[in-house]
């Protein structure tokens, strides 16, 4: 079934934005509503993978005024080592925690969790297509298969196998 609301705004690292484009399917950011894009994942996506910025299908929204670290995330910023573009998408989900958080990082998605705030990877918005009928179930399969030729994200041949299973037996 599919929700009727549109879902909450999401906040991305710059690793989710080039897998995405990588994989040619920035475009399932697209029913977001809002995508935001800290100043610093700018910057790297723009380096990195500057097309996928420019996809016409996602309206991104660049935020370059970035609050200050809490207490408790300016702690797991220096205990995890975080870099800057997730400690300054850690900092804006601190002002909207209804959030989305779409990291692979496990320890961006480690600080999120502990700062109660939901998190997604790459997977997870691949996946999340067939239900949002954004794609078909063989459509988001062949995604699946895709990663290990065309991303730079780092899966084990295992997980991936056990989500494609998934998906196929939903």
């Known amino acids: ?17 080039i897998h995405l484009d990588e994989l040619g399917c920035v475009d399932l950011l697209a029913d977001f509503a809002e995508v935001c894009v800290p100043d610093a994942v700018w910057e790297e996506v723009q380096r990195h993978r500057p097309s996928a910025l420019r996809r ?11 609050p200050e ?9 220096r205990a995890l080592q975080l870099d800057a573009g997730e400690v300054e998408a850690l900092r804006i989900m601190h002002q909207f925690p209804e959030g989305i958080l779409l990291t692979d990082d496990l320890a961006a998605r480690f600080a999120a969790t502990q700062l109660g705030f939901r998190v997604h990877g790459t997977i997870g918005v691949v996946v999340r297509a067939v239900r949002r009928r954004q794609r078909t179930k063989r459509q988001v399969v062949n995604l699946l298969r895709a990663i290990p030729r065309r991303t730079t994200l780092h899966i084990t041949a295992d997980l991936l196998g056990s989500v494609i299973e998934q998906v196929l037996a939903s």
């Open 1 to 17: 079934m599919v929700r009727s609301e549109s879902p909450p705004l999401v906040v991305c690292d710059a690793g989710r934005l």
């Open 56 to 66: 016409r299908s996602v309206r991104f929204n660049r935020v370059d005024l970035i």
């Open 69 to 77: 670290a809490r207490e408790e995330l300016a702690f797991l910023i």
